[in-house]
C-alpha cells in the first residue's frame, strides 16, 4: 500500500508537469504517443475505482503476481482496446483537458485506495484477489508507465526509487528468475519487459543465462 501511494502520486505528478509540445512525442509503448499513454492512465484510474467499489465475500483466486497474464508476444498497437484508446486520446484535442481529466480520475483513485481496507476481497478481471494485492500489482503497472513517459522525455522525473526496486522484485518474481544484480533497475525492468533489447554489456552481463534466457525474454505482462 505504501509503495502504490508514492508511485501514482509520482506518475501524476510527472504528467502535470509536462509541457503541450510532449503530448505529441513518442511514449515507450508501441505505437502510442504521450497522449495515448496518458489516456490509458485515465482509464487504468477508472479501473482502480471500479474495483474498489466492487467488493466480494470469496476467497481469493489470485494475488500480486498471478493477478498477470504472461506472454511472449509484445503489444504491437493493434489490439481494439489500444487502437481505441488512441481515439479517444485523440478526441481530447487540448493536452490541458487530458491533464485535468486524469488528475480528477486519478486524485479520486489514490484517495479510494487510501481509505481501503487491504484484507478485503475484491473482483476484477474475473477473479478475485484482496485489494492489497491488487494495488501492488498496480505498483508494477505505474512503474512501466512512468518509465514509458519517459521513454523520450528525459528532462520529467522518473519513478521513485523504492517503486523501481518494489517493480524488479515483482517482475522477477512474475518471470521466475532474477536479471544480473549490476543493471539498474530501470534497464532491468524495460530489457525484461521487452520495452528494450539488451545492449551487447547486458548480453556479457547475462553471462551463461544468456542461452537459457533467450528464450524467456521478454516477459510481457497483461
Not at 512501466?144 to 522484485?169: F, I, N, Q
Request: net charge negative; aromatic share 6%; glycine share 8%.
Amino acid at each position: 500500500m505504501d509503495h502504490f501511494s508514492r508511485s501514482w502520486p509520482a506518475l501524476r505528478a510527472a504528467v502535470a508537469g509536462l509541457a503541450d509540445d510532449d503530448f505529441a512525442r513518442p511514449s515507450g509503448c508501441a505505437r502510442w504517443l504521450v497522449r495515448d499513454l496518458v489516456c490509458h492512465l485515465v482509464i487504468d484510474a477508472q479501473d482502480v475505482l471500479i474495483t474498489l467499489a466492487t467488493p466480494v465475500e470469496e476467497e481469493p483466486s489470485r494475488d500480486q503476481v498471478t493477478y498477470w497474464e504472461v506472454t511472449a508476444t509484445l503489444p504491437t498497437g493493434e489490439d481494439p482496446l489500444d487502437a481505441l484508446t488512441v481515439r479517444l486520446a485523440a478526441a481530447y484535442q487540448e493536452p490541458a483537458l487530458l491533464k485535468f481529466h486524469l488528475e480528477d480520475v486519478g486524485s479520486a483513485a489514490g484517495r479510494a485506495a487510501a481509505l481501503a481496507d487491504p484484507a478485503q476481497p475484491v473482483r476484477t478481471r474475473g477473479f478475485v484477489l484482496t485489494t492489497g494485492d491488487y494495488l501492488s500489482a498496480y505498483v508494477l503497472e505505474w512503474t512501466l508507465h512512468h518509465l514509458d513517459l519517459v521513454a523520450h522525455l528525459p528532462h520529467v522525473p522518473g519513478p521513485p526509487a523504492d517503486g523501481l526496486a518494489r517493480s524488479r522484485e515483482m517482475l522477477e518474481r512474475i518471470a521466475g528468475f532474477a536479471f544480473p544484480a549490476a543493471w539498474p533497475d530501470a534497464d532491468a525492468l524495460r530489457i525484461g519487459t521487452g520495452r528494450r533489447a539488451p545492449g551487447d554489456a547486458e548480453r556479457a552481463a547475462l553471462g551463461p543465462l544468456a542461452g537459457p534466457l533467450a528464450g524467456r525474454l521478454p516477459v510481457v505482462l497483461g
